[in-house]
């Protein structure tokens, strides 16, 4: 079976469900980047971040991109000193905006803004998006660059921090309306590289689901700047919990671990479980996932597959 198909068989039962990001299983406040020139000890290490959305061939109305609270002050946003920090987002189609290689990478280098540029907007601090939304568009579906691997259409944004040192929270939805949240029939959306908002709560855990192909035999988790907030473990349908070398302020941490046969072409579910005490507060957090030829696996809001559930009767059969 191609792969494109069996990408649709796997999204078919979530259609509804992939529009917003974070998605709701992720359990996740808001993405996170920051003003270049703050500290990566607040938690951003490139301040860039960059998404693609996936828009299936057989859907042909507009689209467009959403963003919320996309400026950078009032209530959502961490403030340092007084806000300064000015935000660009831009939105990405055509060809090699998914598949040049600069675009699948961690840091903001080389050609990551391949493509056609089809919008582009800057946001300083601005009462008007504060907690509102701002979207881009509309665009033709068949703007987006096709792969054929996914039975449809990429476009991608990037949001790149371009002055201060404040940090912009915010989060997407994909949608047919300009101005409210309608699904798109089938969509999802990914990223290699997650910059992301923990929530304050320790009772709350964030879900991130990386997709493990079936070539891939070994993964490598790194994690920056964790904060020693708890601990970070890893949930599959042959895993029960894989625990993690966790970062602390300001440094990266990475470990290995092989993949068991049953769980390629599932997803993993990376759990990110706070500490009670002390309470640790506006933690930021990046992380990525490689698999053994160093390529990065990609992150999708709605997991393919779906989320991934400890099956006993596979796990048994080995000691872990």
């Known amino acids: 079976m191609k792969v494109a198909a069996i990408f649709s068989l796997l999204l078919l039962p979530l259609i509804g469900q992939a529009q917003p990001v974070p998605a709701g299983d992720e359990n996740i406040p808001y993405l996170m980047t920051f003003g270049p020139s703050a500290e990566t000890s607040w938690g951003d290490d490139d301040y860039s971040q960059t998404f693609f959305f996936l828009i299936p061939e057989t859907?042909?109305?507009?689209?467009?991109?959403?963003v919320?609270?996309?400026?950078?002050g009032g209530a959502v946003d961490e403030q340092n000193g007084e806000f300064d920090t000015r935000m660009v987002y831009s939105v990405y189609g055509g060809k090699e905006c998914y598949t040049n290689r600069d675009a699948q990478e961690t840091d903001p280098k080389g050609n990551y803004k391949s493509g056609v540029q089809l919008a582009s907007k800057a946001f300083a601090e601005n009462p008007r998006?504060?907690?509102?939304?701002?979207?881009?568009?509309?665009?033709?579906?068949?703007?987006?660059?096709?792969v054929s691997k996914f039975g449809g259409y990429i476009f991608k944004i990037i949001v790149d921090g371009v002055a201060g040192n404040d940090g912009n929270l915010y989060r997407y939805f994909l949608s047919t309306r300009f101005d409210d949240n309608k699904p798109v029939e089938g969509g999802n959306a990914f990223?290699?590289?997650y910059s992301f908002r923990m929530h304050d709560n320790p009772n709350e855990?964030?879900?991130?689901y990386p997709y493990v192909d079936d070539r891939t035999l070994t993964v490598k988790l790194s994690n920056f700047d964790w904060d020693s907030d708890g601990f970070i473990r890893t949930v599959s349908v042959a895993r029960r919990g894989q625990m993690s070398t966790i970062s602390g302020d300001d440094r990266w941490m990475e470990d290995e671990f092989k993949i068991f046969d049953e769980e390629k072409n599932t997803s993993l579910d990376i759990q990110f479980i706070k500490k009670k005490t002390p309470p640790v507060r506006n933690n930021n957090v990046v992380v990525n996932v490689r698999n053994q030829y160093n390529e990065l696996l990609p992150f999708y809001v709605i997991p393919i597959g779906g989320v991934p559930k400890y099956k006993y009767n596979i796990g048994v059969k080995r000691v872990e």
Do not use: M
């Not at 855990?205 to 991130?208: A, G, L, T």
């Open 68 to 72: 919320f609270d996309p400026d950078v």
């Open 205 to 208: 855990v964030s879900h991130i």
């Open 59 to 66: 859907f042909k109305e507009p689209i467009f991109i959403r």
């Open 191 to 193: 990223a290699f590289e």
């Open 129 to 146: 998006y504060d907690n509102n939304w701002y979207a881009f568009g509309p665009f033709n579906p068949t703007e987006g660059e096709y």
